[in-house]
């Protein structure tokens, strides 16, 4: 059997509010695209953060590349990014000082140094920012003066800079007309593109809308902190909806 990249087994946590994520276990494999479905509430951003090691179980174990992650170095960690839907961009700093923020983890401490000073290189972050339809006009304003559209695609674009294995995404689509919408969700689906960036072979991405669900191989419902269903895209049917909304 290969060993999945991420895994949680028997997973339980509990917070101050008493809310319980309650012995979930879950696999997941290289390639694979996951959609993350149910309401607000139902334990899906929870299970987010304990995927990356943001969160510590209560019980059971999380595991990235069959290792624990008390184990692990910053860099290994750093194959994991993320699009948080709070999306922790830092006010202080421009747009392209946000996306530069994706390299720190693989990066030394005069990168970061530079990074904050502004004399550091942007090509690459500016790369990013263009593919995810950002203009050049707003790549040195500070994120308090550029919209919530574009608040969201400098989370995607600093979450893709890092280049990493997994991509770990909380509603990504917020804020997102159709047409943006469609625009990124087909590029954190596909790992070859046009623009010959690289992209995530294996992403989970978190949501609300059913008609965003083409593209994803593997769906996941979640209710009350359980894991309700996990099943192949084509497998789906109206019943395992009714579950969860």
């Known amino acids: ?37 149910g309401k607000n509430g139902s334990g899906k951003s929870t299970l987010i953060s304990l995927l990356n ?17 008390d184990k692990l170095n910053l860099y290994q960690k750093s194959k994991i990014s993320t699009i948080w839907q709070d999306l922790r961009l830092i006010e202080d700093l421009s747009a392209e000082q946000n996306v530069n923020c994706g390299l720190l983890g693989k990066q030394s401490f005069l990168f970061a140094f530079k990074n904050l000073l502004n004399i550091s290189s ?29 608040k969201q695609r400098v989370a995607i674009a600093r979450s893709l800079v890092q280049e990493s294995d997994i991509l770990l995404a909380d509603e990504p689509f917020n804020n997102l007309d159709p047409k943006l919408t469609s625009n990124i969700k087909n590029l954190l689906l596909i790992t070859k593109n046009k623009n010959k960036i690289k ?4 992403t989970l991405i978190s949501m609300h809308r059913l008609d965003l669900l083409d593209g994803f191989n593997r769906i996941i419902g979640m209710k009350n902190g359980e894991i309700l269903f996990d099943l192949e895209k084509t497998k789906l049917k109206k019943f395992h909806l009714n ?3």
């Not at 028997?10 to 012995?23: A, G, I």
């Not at 950002?134 to 550029?146: Q, R, V």
């Open 1 to 37: 059997m290969i060993n999945p990249l991420l895994e949680l087994k028997e997973v339980s946590y509990k917070n101050k509010n008493n809310f319980t994520l309650n012995k979930v276990s879950l696999r997941i494999k290289s390639g694979e695209k996951i959609a993350l479905l």
């Open 53 to 69: 090691g943001t969160l510590k179980p209560n019980k059971g174990s999380v595991k990235l590349f069959n290792t624990e992650f």
């Open 122 to 150: 942007f090509n690459k972050a500016h790369q990013y920012m263009q593919v995810c339809n950002l203009k050049e006009s707003i790549f040195s304003k500070k994120i308090g003066k550029i919209s919530g559209g574009q």
């Open 199 to 202: 992209v995530p072979n294996t």
């Open 243 to 245: 579950k969860i909304y």
